[in-house]
């Protein structure tokens, strides 16, 4: 099993619907993120978090919200969808104690659609 | 100006080709660097650290210029399984720790 996974892995959905992507990992990491990645695009921060009580805005947090239920579990709400969030979403971890190392862990992505 | 730019290729490289990819950074307090590979629709996978010595794992070399604010990734005897897209990294450790992706530069090795 992976050790980072996102749920759904794929959606489709129309405009204007309310879609959550879930996140949850058994590494036992605090630090946790949303990027987004568009075709021929780099990886964009929406959302971290590095601990249960700590949330933060990544550079392209508009039209997103998140929710961090526990440790293990960070999940990435899109209140109204719209068509330009059609992307692919990806969830990481990291671990603080690992000093200067800052290792991201993906999970496989959750590919959503928005018509 | 990005924070982090790449060269986006495409390389097309034969097998057994030596390639060299480069990266800059615009904000000199980065702290840590990267080189991540990511396959086709695939998530991104760690494939190795920059430290400022420079460092080498079997035919992959990463190379750190702080001065120059400029990183590359030589990748030597190229396979057709290094075929993937190469994201350059940064991370800078700040209250706001967080790593800066940039968009990658897309390698094929044909046959």
């Known amino acids: 099993d992976a050790d980072v996974t996102q749920t759904p892995r794929n959606r489709i959905t129309k405009t204007g619907k309310r879609i959550m992507l879930e996140c949850s990992q058994t590494?036992?990491?605090?630090?946790m993120y949303w990027y987004r990645q568009d075709p021929g695009l780099g990886l964009r921060l929406i959302y971290y978090?590095?601990?249960?009580?700590?949330?933060n805005k990544g550079e392209i947090s508009d039209g997103y919200s998140v929710s961090r239920q526990a440790q293990a579990k960070f999940s990435l709400s899109l209140e109204s969808a719209i068509p330009n969030q059609t992307a692919l979403y990806f969830c990481a971890t990291s671990d603080s104690r690992t000093g200067g190392v800052r290792e991201l862990f993906f999970g496989e992505g959750s590919r959503l659609t928005v018509l | 100006r990005k924070e982090v730019e790449q060269d986006p290729g495409p390389f097309n490289v034969p097998e057994g080709a030596t390639v060299a990819f480069n990266c800059t950074y615009s904000?000199?307090?980065?702290?840590?660097f990267f080189w991540y590979r990511q396959d086709c629709r695939k998530e991104p996978k760690l494939l190795m650290s920059v430290y400022s010595s420079g460092n080498e794992d079997g035919r992959f070399t990463a190379q750190l210029n702080r001065a120059s604010q400029y990183i590359s990734l030589l990748i030597r005897d190229s396979k057709l399984s290094d075929s993937a897209t190469y994201l350059c990294v940064v991370y800078f450790n700040t209250n706001a720790g967080k790593s800066t992706f940039g968009d990658g530069t897309t390698l094929t090795v044909k046959p």
């Open positions: 904000n000199s307090a980065s702290q840590s």
């Open positions: 590494k036992g990491h605090d630090r």
């Open positions: 978090s590095f601990d249960v009580k700590d949330i």
